[in-house]
């Protein structure tokens, strides 16, 4: 569902590895008939995913761009194992469609729709997943991050040793393929208390899915939006509750494959080694974070860590996707086919 930013990757992957991971036909719905999209949507179905779409009439328009769709929507929806919504309309699909769908095995939605259905974060919280999750929501990029960083330095040893989370999220203000933007950096409004931004509020809907004793999470975050369309950047400030020297802290970052490190100190630095680099997908990078070595800070006591990151946008989630799907289809053999993946994370940038 959807050809977007995340659509389109997420599509190439699954094209790219089916046979690997034991897909059998992959469809992809496109809703418009666009002209200046016909060469992307051209490269998918090459690539061997099949274009279906809205309806008759809608075929007819596709078909005079020389494309040609294998069928339609409502009609191979019915058929399919699992639907990947890659829109901004999950929830709505939800109430008017997916719910008359009891054949198929599982529906995954994308960042904002909360309240789809579980939220989940691949490596995160696989543990929660349970046989009645038929509905999962792939929490947003800045999220995935987030969770990555407390993950990594706060729950090594099995417990969440946080005390406090302080969070900074430098949002682009648009993609590099779209014609819009801003003039200046703007703060984004504190809008779900008590943990400020939407990424810090799913990031404790994630965690409370591990902890269902805890109602709150001692995190918080301030969101801005900044004038570029290369990648967020994301600071973050950690309070534990025993202390970590600063070797034990990288070492904990290290030890998670998902941890890209990095010795750029720019954003452009770091988006145009991933776009010219084999391991990327579409210019994706799909560890859940790019590390800034040089800026990893431990206070004397060993209790306050510091540091900024990069945050791979519309990559970073996409295992999440690839994860849930295999789990949906699978739940005992998923782990073993994520393993598949391995080869397009970075160690370095």
Not at 109 to 119: M, Y
Not at 269 to 283: E, P, Q, T
Request: net charge positive; charged share 25%; aromatic share 10%.
């Amino acid at each position: 569902m959807g050809t977007g930013t995340i659509g389109e990757p997420l599509i190439h992957l699954f094209t790219k590895e089916r046979k690997e991971i034991g897909l059998g036909e992959i469809f992809f719905y496109k809703r418009s008939p666009l002209e200046e999209e016909a060469d992307k949507v051209k490269d998918m179905t090459e690539a061997g995913a099949l274009l279906i779409v809205e309806n008759k009439e809608k075929e007819k328009k596709f078909l005079e761009l020389g494309l040609y769709p294998v069928g339609t929507f409502p009609k191979i929806a019915k058929s399919v194992d699992v639907i990947v919504d890659c829109t901004p309309e999950g929830n709505k699909l939800k109430e008017k469609f997916y719910n008359s769908l009891p054949k198929v095995k599982g529906f995954i939605a994308q960042g904002s729709e909360k309240d789809f259905g579980k939220p989940y974060a691949w490596t995160i919280n696989d543990s929660a997943l349970t046989p009645e999750n038929r509905f999962i929501q792939i929490v947003s990029c800045n999220t995935h991050q987030m969770l990555c960083v407390i993950k990594s330095i706060t729950m090594a040893h099995g417990y969440l040793n946080l005390q406090y989370g302080i969070f900074t999220i430098f949002r682009r203000a648009s993609d590099i393929s779209e014609d819009k933007g801003i003039l200046g950096v703007e703060f984004e409004k504190y809008s779900h208390p008590p943990y400020g931004s939407h990424q810090a509020d799913d990031a404790a809907r994630v965690l409370r899915t591990l902890y269902k004793d805890r109602e709150f999470f001692p995190i918080s975050a301030q969101a801005l939006k900044a004038p570029t369309q290369l990648m967020h950047t994301f600071c973050f400030n950690l309070e534990l509750k025993s202390g970590i020297d600063l070797a034990e802290a990288r070492e904990r970052l290290c030890k998670n494959p998902l941890v890209a490190f990095t010795k750029f100190k720019s954003s452009n630095k770091v988006f145009a080694r991933a776009r010219d680099s084999s391991r990327s997908i579409l210019g994706r990078i799909l560890n859940q974070t790019v590390f800034c070595e040089q800026t990893l800070g431990v206070s004397d006591n060993g209790l306050r860590i510091s540091g900024g990151c990069f945050t791979p946008q519309d990559g970073n989630a996409l295992l999440s996707s690839v994860a849930a799907t295999l789990w949906l289809l699978d739940p005992k053999t998923y782990l073993e086919k994520m393993k598949v993946f391995d080869k397009f994370l970075f160690d370095k940038i």
